[in-house]
């Protein structure tokens, strides 16, 4: 069965799912009242983690700026928290929870 990563509005929901279709309905049926952003097909185990715990309640999309760091660091985690942190204007432990959490969802 494969596992599905769902983001919405306020989770990034990690669940095993017979298709696309169903992973949709696991978020609803969790979390009624949020939109669904993204949804990919992914490789491990279930989990979530709610965005507002990791700091991350801007309207910006700091996953994609995270990402985007952790892409011109080659993956070097100190490098890309300083671009982060350059790139947002962020102090150091919310630039370290942007590019740990995209580093642990496989950016």
């Not at 509005?9 to 696309?20: K, L, P, R």
């Not at 100190?78 to 959490?101: C, F, N, P």
Request: proline fraction near 4%.
């Amino acid at each position: 069965m494969p596992l599905f990563e769902v983001e919405t509005d306020a989770h990034i929901i990690i669940t095993w799912a017979e298709s696309e279709g169903s992973a949709t309905s696991v978020a609803n049926d969790s979390y009624p009242g949020e939109n669904i952003v993204r949804l990919t097909k992914r490789p491990r185990d279930s989990w979530v983690i709610s965005k507002g715990v990791l700091g991350i309640t801007s309207e910006a999309d700091p996953c994609g700026v995270a990402r985007d760091c952790l892409a011109k660091a080659a993956g070097d985690k100190v490098h890309a928290i300083r671009l982060y942190m350059h790139e947002t204007g962020t102090d150091l432990e919310q630039a370290r929870k942007a590019i740990e959490s995209n580093m642990v969802m496989g950016w």
